[in-house]
């Protein structure tokens, strides 16, 4: 019973910190910068192709890959924001119309990437394994690499949580998401920190993808839209905009996830979707909300 | 007055050589051309269906799919017992009580909100169905019996004509009006004696109608159904895009944009098959980023133009 527990528990656990790094990034990109990033899924999904080739082809550890990754990915959604959602922003006649029209857009780029990813690694699936051996936790047995990715999501958590906490870019972060117009006036060069925010979610995606991949699952070109889904959900779940919220919400929703997939299988997508539209109805602005 | 009656009287001839075009349509060409302008048509349809409700309150539905699929999923079941025209009204009527319970939860939340809303309700449906068919009935997916492809036509074509009836209707009618101040203003429009929520409620069941007579429609060309198909997710997003890329302010844009939308997707499909959705995706992108309001917006920038003479524009 107690081995039962723990094993759904930690289960939990394992799965909340890559849900909670992802939403993270999400959080970022439409708390702060206002784009509701259909295509989040799909910079997971590119970083988890880019571990692979990294670590099939050259031998490169994914834990070094970390260290790689992060910089590009934060520039690819760096660059994007400043060519394209920038201009978009300012030619929108309210940030409604903005809200409404950049999440197209990045429909469209889910599109782009996704079949970029097709041409340049095909269709079939692939994987690799990496530190694979079962660790046991009091009876409960755990692969060592999922061990690895709870310590990796939550320690870039913390370091993100620091970084916001601390430093003068993330002040400028936490103005530019409580008023971004006020935040202008106070001198913030506002569409520069827009653009950070929205590479810093891109980063972590790509992070994201990373630390699945370690996971031995299969990577393909459309495993993204899977993962963009969980990252709605569990930033409605924190509170839209939310970002400690999200972080604890990705934890709440690893653990539901394991609960329902225990007692039936096949229903934790569906049990997903119902705990967010009930809580869509009943609390809109999250457990963390007011 | 006479400039009215004149617009008037080429509006009426435009749309008797339409009628009679789509009408004579298939005695003349190719089973494949038939298909084809059933498929055009049938994203005419559901745009000009999310433009009623979407178009004029501003709240971005994605529930199309849900709608949709609701509608195939209607018509599969009871397509071996019953008439066309009885399992298509089914069809409608399902996603319309669908639509007017979503309605009444769910018209409190505003933008973003509900667009998340109508987004997760589409996969929740689709799962569920998903999972209901694994564990329950046991087979993934089911065999629909197959009607001739101008069978299809002709009732696509009677749909369209009752749609663009009914958009038409609702824009000259003082319904049409309460709809367009809650775009507006919300609280103004429910101050001036709009009951607000009724509606909200009703318009968006009345589009959730026709986009699941269509899905009724629709599934009899297909053979073969599933959860996967019946709730595409693109169903959902394809509206949007192609309103978007036509215009919202008259009725000539969803068509419009429609029409174009849906053509390019088949050529773009037929000609470059592994580009296809990478074409798609970059003309997602420059659509939105160039023609904010479409190709409508484009029309009256030139009509304006046109007007003012080239000398004075700036």
């Not at chain 1, 006020?182 to 790509?206: D, S």
């Not at chain 2, 329950?136 to 069978?151: C, E, N, S, W």
Request: some cysteine.
């Amino acid at each position: 019973m107690i081995v039962r527990f723990l094993d759904i528990v930690i289960g939990g656990l394992l799965m909340g910190g890559i849900y909670a790094l992802i939403a993270v990034g999400f959080s970022l990109q439409y708390g702060v910068a206002r784009v509701l990033n259909v295509s989040h899924g799909e910079f997971i999904m590119l970083g988890a192709f880019a571990t692979w080739s990294l670590y099939t082809l050259w031998g490169v550890n994914p834990l070094i890959s970390l260290v790689i990754c992060a910089p590009i990915f934060f520039i690819i959604g760096f660059v994007i924001h400043r060519t394209y959602y920038t201009p978009l922003r300012i030619s929108s006649e309210s940030l409604a119309v903005f809200e409404g029209s950049s999440m197209l857009a990045s429909f469209g780029l889910l599109f782009v990437i996704q079949n970029i990813a097709l041409i340049v690694w095909g269709a079939p699936v692939k994987g690799y394994s990496y530190l694979a051996h079962p660790i046991s936790f009091f009876g409960a047995v755990f692969s060592a690499n999922r061990i690895v990715t709870l310590l990796a999501s939550v320690i870039l958590g913390l370091i993100f949580y620091l970084f916001l906490a601390r430093t003068r870019i993330g002040k400028a972060i936490r103005a530019a998401a409580q008023d971004p117009d006020a935040a202008e006036l106070m001198g913030v060069r506002i569409h520069q920190v827009l653009a950070l925010c929205f590479g810093f979610g891109t980063m972590m995606a790509g992070l994201g993808g990373l630390l699945i991949s370690m996971t031995s699952v299969m990577i393909t070109p459309f495993m993204g839209l899977e993962y963009t889904l969980i990252a709605i959900i569990v930033v409605v779940l924190g509170g839209l905009g939310n970002i400690k919220g999200s972080f604890i919400g990705g934890f709440i929703l690893g653990l539901v996830g394991t609960i329902v997939s225990y007692i039936q299988p096949g229903l934790s997508l569906v049990a997903y979707y119902l705990i967010f539209l009930l809580l869509l109805l009943i609390r809109p602005t999250g457990i963390l909300g007011k | 007055m006479k400039a009215i009656t004149k617009k008037y009287s080429l509006l009426g001839i435009l749309i008797i050589l339409l009628l009679i075009l789509l009408v004579g349509f298939p005695r003349y060409v190719s089973a494949y051309k038939v298909i084809f302008l059933t498929n055009v048509l049938m994203y005419v349809i559901i745009t000009l269906s999310w433009v009623i409700f979407s178009g004029s309150t501003g709240y971005i539905s994605l529930a199309p799919a849900a709608f949709f699929g609701v509608g195939v999923y209607a018509s599969a079941i009871l397509s071996k017992s019953l008439f066309l025209p009885v399992f298509i009204l089914i069809g409608g009527l399902a996603s319309f009580c669908l639509a007017f319970l979503i309605g009444g939860l769910t018209l409190r939340l505003r933008g973003m909100y509900f667009m998340m809303f109508t987004f997760g309700l589409v996969e929740l449906i689709r799962h569920f169905v998903q999972w209901w068919e694994v564990n329950i009935t046991g087979t993934v997916g089911r065999l629909v019996p197959v009607l001739h492809h101008i069978t299809i036509y002709y009732a696509i074509v009677v749909i369209f004509l009752l749609v663009l009836l009914t958009s038409y209707v609702i824009r000259r009618s003082k319904f049409g009006l309460a709809l367009q101040s809650i775009g507006e203003c919300e609280e103004v429009a429910a101050h001036t004696g709009v009951n607000v929520t009724r509606v909200k409620v009703l318009t968006f069941a009345v589009s959730a109608f026709f986009i699941g007579v269509v899905g009724a429609t629709m599934t009899m060309r297909w053979q073969y159904i599933d959860p996967s198909t019946a709730f595409d997710i693109r169903l959902s997003f394809m509206p949007v895009l192609m309103a978007i890329f036509g215009g919202m302010g008259h009725l000539y844009g969803p068509i419009v944009g429609a029409s174009i939308f849906s053509f390019l997707d088949e050529i773009l499909a037929t000609k470059f098959p592994y580009y296809y959705m990478l074409l798609f995706g970059v003309t997602m992108f420059v659509v939105i980023r160039f023609m904010p309001h479409g190709v409508e917006g484009v029309i009256q920038k030139w009509n304006k133009r046109e007007r003012r003479g080239p000398s004075e524009t700036p």
